[in-house]
């Protein structure tokens, strides 16, 4: 198992101290990370939707590498969120739960201080660090981005769905169908101070966008780290006037394509400020889409199910990297990445120094960046909560449990486990374990290893839930 630890052994002190003294260089590029919640595969016009029109992340696409086997760490929003940031999957930090999905207001755990994050990482290398949008890993002030490595915070800290005022609007599903924002009062947050409950949230994604190029502006004289996380297209649904009615694809439709007009100010923006040839930007979802909300979700095109599960559809999601002048335009077909590679990857760009013995899941993906070479990621681990529900190995899958994403049945266990070729049945329809014994063999042994590598900790959405 060639990727999924990496023992990393460097004499941090001293390594720390060079990286800040070499922080100003232009070597070190300025890295945005844009990240949708709950966006499908198939989403986008670049990924073979129909309708949806997305012409900035289409020419982001074109203009940069598009991924077709990239991979989030997790089924839902607060594991996800927690490996991206860390490198690590969440069982290994806590970050996940069988009983508690994600976090709640009413939980009181979130991110471990013990836990490095890709801001606390770049700060040591002299980058300014900011955080805007949803955050949801930790809302008490323990566990906000500023006492996790970012210099700056702007946005709600959890999902838009949470903290409905139930004296207002239809009840339960009802107010989805036709959402209002008085229905909602979420906290909307500058560093570890609410200035608001209940924004406006028609308006959220032009006021994250705001900000965003005002982070931007603000810090071009010296490297920058950018964590733009949008709220969207997350249930309930909002789309500023200008976009509101606007898509063939519904509400939904209207809500992505403001989410790629705000693609297309980030990249504008870099372009005009002489930015670009200095910035990867990185756009990926934090898991597939909530296809039991219909209309108001998304599509993972060819995959299976979506969010909640660990089939395809689940945790397979667009992955775009551009950096003019550095990524070779092009598309990188059946080569495996994933979001627990963004980390290390940036570690190495920035000349960052990682700690002594960290245990990474995530790999440098240099290679497929800049077409040094193949990549170094040829496994894949399907965790839902804190099971091992599926691994993929090359091509193939093997699922030892399967569950739907949001349904009522109890999960369903497989022995021998169900083994799909992914890159003849993306949408794991036929079964072929029978005729690959010696592929489900290879797999149980990568599970052995990897098994032994992972100590139990306890689970911050479980343990720590405030007693009402």
């Known amino acids: 198992m060639k990727h999924i630890i990496q023992t990393i052994a460097i004499a941090s002190v001293a390594l720390i101290a060079a990286g800040r003294a070499d922080a100003a260089t232009p070597s070190r590029p300025n890295i945005v990370v844009i990240l949708a919640d709950d966006l499908g595969y198939g989403d986008l016009a670049c990924y073979g939707h129909p309708s949806i029109r997305t012409p900035n992340l289409d020419r982001m696409a074109a203009d940069g590498m598009r991924f077709t086997d990239f991979y989030v760490a997790a089924e839902v929003c607060?594991?996800?969120?927690?490996?991206?940031?860390?490198?690590?999957?969440?069982?290994?930090?806590?970050?996940?739960?069988?009983?508690?999905?994600?976090?709640?207001?009413?939980?009181?755990?979130?991110?471990?201080?013990?836990?490095?994050?890709?801001?606390?990482?770049?700060?040591?290398?002299?980058?300014?660090?900011?955080?805007?949008?949803?955050?949801?890993?930790?809302?008490?002030?323990?566990?906000?981005?500023?006492?996790?490595?970012?210099?700056?915070?702007?946005?709600?800290?959890?999902?838009?769905?949470?903290?409905?005022d139930t004296s207002v609007g239809p009840k339960g599903r009802a107010a989805f169908w036709a959402p209002k924002s008085e229905y909602w009062k979420p906290p909307f947050m500058r560093d570890a101070v609410v200035l608001e409950r209940g924004p406006d949230q028609t308006q959220l994604t032009p006021r994250y966008t705001a900000e965003a190029l005002k982070f931007i502006r603000a810090h071009k004289a010296k490297p920058f780290f950018l964590y733009f996380a949008h709220n969207f297209p997350h249930v309930p649904l909002f789309?500023?006037?200008?976009?509101?009615?606007?898509?063939?694809?519904?509400?939904?439709?209207?809500?992505?394509?403001?989410?790629?007009?705000?693609?297309?100010?980030?990249?504008?923006?870099?372009?005009?400020?002489?930015?670009?040839?200095?910035?990867?930007?990185?756009?990926?979802?934090?898991?597939?889409?909530?296809?039991?909300?219909?209309?108001?979700?998304?599509?993972?095109?060819?995959?299976?199910?979506?969010?909640?599960?660990?089939?395809?559809?689940?945790?397979?999601?667009?992955?775009?990297?551009?950096?003019?002048?550095?990524?070779?335009?092009?598309?990188?077909?059946?080569?495996?990445?994933?979001?627990?590679?963004?980390l290390p990857t940036f570690a190495a760009l920035a000349g960052a120094t990682l700690?002594?013995?960290?245990?990474?899941?995530?790999?440098?993906?240099?290679?497929?960046?800049?077409?040094?070479?193949?990549?170094?990621?040829?496994?894949?681990?399907?965790?839902?909560?804190?099971?091992?529900?599926?691994?993929?190995?090359?091509?193939?899958?093997a699922h030892f449990i399967t569950r739907s994403g949001y349904d009522k049945e109890p999960p369903a266990p497989h022995d021998p486990p169900l083994l799909f070729d992914l890159g003849s049945d993306p949408g794991e329809r036929f079964d072929v374990a029978k005729d690959h014994p010696g592929v489900l063999a290879d797999i149980a042994k990568e599970v052995e290893r990897h098994r032994a590598t992972v100590t139990p900790v306890p689970s911050q959405l479980e343990e720590a839930v405030k007693q009402n």
């Open 78 to 164: 607060t594991p996800s969120r927690a490996a991206l940031m860390t490198g690590r999957l969440p069982i290994r930090s806590g970050m996940c739960g069988d009983k508690r999905r994600v976090l709640f207001p009413n939980s009181t755990g979130g991110l471990p201080a013990t836990e490095l994050t890709i801001a606390r990482m770049l700060k040591e290398c002299g980058y300014a660090t900011g955080c805007v949008g949803k955050w949801h890993l930790g809302h008490h002030p323990q566990f906000l981005p500023t006492s996790h490595g970012f210099d700056s915070y702007f946005g709600i800290p959890y999902s838009n769905d949470m903290d409905r």
């Open 355 to 397: 700690p002594r013995n960290l245990l990474l899941d995530g790999v440098d993906m240099s290679p497929l960046l800049f077409g040094t070479g193949p990549g170094k990621r040829d496994t894949m681990f399907y965790y839902r909560g804190t099971q091992l529900f599926a691994v993929r190995k090359g091509s193939f899958k």
């Open 239 to 342: 789309a500023s006037e200008k976009f509101h009615g606007k898509s063939r694809r519904g509400l939904y439709g209207d809500v992505v394509e403001e989410l790629d007009w705000s693609v297309g100010q980030v990249l504008d923006t870099l372009r005009a400020e002489g930015l670009a040839e200095n910035t990867l930007v990185f756009f990926t979802s934090d898991n597939g889409p909530w296809l039991t909300f219909e209309t108001h979700g998304g599509s993972a095109g060819p995959l299976r199910d979506g969010k909640g599960s660990t089939w395809e559809g689940g945790m397979r999601e667009p992955g775009i990297a551009w950096w003019p002048g550095r990524i070779k335009p092009g598309v990188i077909n059946h080569e495996l990445a994933s979001s627990l590679d963004l």
